[in-house]
């Protein structure tokens, strides 16, 4: 086994019964530790070193992440900015909203809850979804990017037979 290899160390302490990474070591020996609720939701997430974690997570009534901090800075200098996120009645995330400077992101859904709009600071995206006469699925992504149709094709299923077409330009 590498020596990089033997270096990396994962822990998964025994009251963490949903399996929930507690520690990574990576082969440079730097550390990252997470801590979790009652739910098993992450809270936060610390890296080596640090006096006070990096990202906050909370989550609202439903269990849905609300928002998350992220801290910039060391010592004195500590500061961070908050990402907030918003949902429907059923999940479906509707927006997320960073900081000031920095554009937002707007999500629409169909009647079956599939995205069909997003907007973001590159433009607008717009997903559609297809049965074709042979029973394929297919879903189709149009961007604000060069090149930026891709469609999805799937024979057998949510998880098989997928392939992915996306013209060369």
């Known amino acids: 086994m590498p020596a990089e ?9 025994p009251n963490f019964p949903a399996g929930d990474l507690a520690t ?6 730097n550390v990252t530790t997470w801590k979790y609720d009652a739910e098993g939701r992450v809270t936060e997430k610390w890296y080596q070193g640090q006096s006070t ?10 269990g849905w992440l609300a928002w998350r901090f992220t801290r910039t800075g060391t010592g004195a200098n500590t500061n961070g900015y908050f ?20 554009a937002s992101i ?8 599939r995205l069909t709009n997003r907007l973001d600071g590159l433009g ?15 879903f189709t992504e149009d961007g604000p990017w060069a090149s930026d149709e891709v469609t999805v094709t799937n024979r ?14």
């Open 5 to 13: 290899s033997q270096r990396r160390g994962y822990f998964f302490p």
């Open 24 to 29: 990574l070591a990576d082969g440079k020996g």
């Open 53 to 62: 974690a990096d990202l906050l997570y909370a989550y609202n009534a439903n």
């Open 83 to 102: 990402t907030t996120y918003t949902y429907d009645a059923v999940g479906n995330l509707l927006t997320v909203t960073y900081p000031s400077g920095t």
């Open 106 to 113: 707007t999500n629409q859904y169909d009647a079956l809850d």
């Open 124 to 138: 607008q995206t717009r997903y559609s979804y297809a049965v074709l006469g042979n029973g394929q699925r297919t």
């Open 156 to 169: 057998y299923g949510l998880r098989a037979g997928l392939r992915l077409a996306q013209p060369s330009g």
